[in-house]
T-cell receptor, first 113, second 113 residues
């Protein structure tokens, strides 16, 4: 079946460090891929997306590239800030009648000053 | 900017009470969703709707029920709350035929004592 696996947290970094959160997926066909972010006490917000192989999604300094050969969509940021502290969810959506999002388990990122 | 609202934001209630969690969106989206988020952060789809008078159960079995009498409104009801219902409940919506982006509300954190 379709699934998303992302690295377990928490991930603790110092400000200005480089961030990578790994995400791999299993899916039939050609899913669209997403990263959502959840700040403390809030709902989820779409951070970036990619709809086909080799697409790169980017937003707020974050990037992720849709790699079909490795079935991966790793999230990266060159220099994190304290304000990036949040839970990050990798997700995919597959076609068909339901178009339901499938989420990974979430990775908590804590950035220390 | 997404316009999707959930009330109440926080609710503490005793066992056996009937409760309704409200979700409204002003974007005219056809598709709406309810997710349950456990303390470990994982998200589970419990209900979804493709339009007025359409409701379906999600991937995680839930004792809650939903209704969709108006496009903008998708309330979730628990007839008799139990401590096992303690969780965060997130509502989301999506436009028909869009690039699959779901917009999330801020969530309702429910505690059943």
């Amino acid at each position: 079946g379709n699934s998303v696996t992302q690295m377990e947290g928490p991930v603790t970094l110092s400000e200005e460090a480089f961030l990578t959160i790994n995400c791999t997926y299993t899916a039939t066909g050609y899913p669209s891929l997403f990263w959502y972010v959840q700040y403390p006490g809030e709902g989820l917000q779409l951070l970036l997306k990619a709809t086909k192989a080799d697409d790169k999604g980017s937003n707020k300094g974050f990037e992720a590239t849709y790699r079909k050969e490795t079935t991966s969509f790793h999230l990266e940021k060159g220099s994190v800030q304290v304000s990036d502290s949040a839970v990050y969810f990798c997700a995919l959506i597959y076609g068909g009648a339901t178009n339901k999002l499938i989420f990974g388990t979430g990775t908590l990122l804590a950035v220390q000053p | 900017e997404a316009d999707i609202y959930q009330t109440p934001r926080y609710l503490v209630i005793g066992t056996g009470k009937k409760i309704t969690l409200e979700c409204s969106q002003t974007m005219g989206h056809d598709k709406m969703y309810w997710y349950q988020q456990d303390p470990g952060m994982e998200l589970h789809l419990i209900h979804y709707s493709y339009g007025v008078n359409s409701t379906e159960k999600g991937d995680l079995s839930s004792e809650s029920t939903v209704s969709r009498i108006r496009t903008e409104h998708f309330p979730l009801t628990l007839e008799s709350a139990r401590p096992s219902h303690t969780s965060q409940y997130l509502c989301a919506s999506r436009e028909q035929g869009s690039s699959y982006e779901q917009y999330f509300g801020p969530g309702t954190r429910l505690t059943v004592t």
